[in-house]
């Protein structure tokens, strides 16, 4: 029997939810990584020095820090950046990031992991798993394609006929969408009659 890693029931356990199973891995990895180094990291001081490069978080990962438990650390690090660019502003210079935001970073190398993983698995049991999910969205479709070009077949097909189906739902939806075609439109299924929203979904990602 297979020996089964941590990422395997990681990876188990997101695709039961019907969406990318790599978009939901990386959006709780991420947040926890948030969460740890705000609570337990802000007196390090490499981290701090990391942070101050980059500018703090982006704007995608700093969007919640306004309502975070622990306002001490949000404000220390906060104090942290923008002294770094005071400097800057008395010049009227526009301040640059000189560092990759460091959750983007971790999110990064979550993402590589994961993908890398998913690319070397061919065993029965996680095939039937997965395959039975939303499967990867576009992005992260086109990211693993980009880091390896040793796909498993059964993920290239799995893939490929996940996006045919969305692609012919989306055009049926579209053309059912026009002028005097409400009896059709009535007639799609419920589930299609929203699949603009899958479509969005599936060319963004949800991480």
Known sequence: MTERHVNWFALEKAC?????????????????????????????RGFRAVYREAGGFCPTHSAN???????????????????????????????????????????????????????????????????ASGGLCVPHYARLLSLTRRVPRWLSDFQASAFEVLLARSSAFIECSAWGRQSDFSALPERDKTVWKELARALRGNA
């Open 65 to 131: 820090l306004d309502s975070w438990r622990d306002g001490l650390a949000v404000a220390i690090l906060g104090v942290d950046v923008l002294s770094s660019f005071m400097p800057e502003f008395k010049k009227r210079k526009a301040p640059r990031r000189k560092g990759l935001c460091p959750a983007c970073a971790e999110s990064g190398r979550v993402e590589r992991e994961f993908l890398g993983y998913i690319a070397e698995r061919d065993e029965e049991d996680f095939v039937s798993f997965f395959t």
């Open 16 to 44: 039961a939810a019907h969406a990318c199973p790599v978009c939901t891995i990386v959006g709780e990895r991420t947040a926890k990584y948030i969460d740890n180094m705000l609570f337990e990291h802000v007196s390090d």
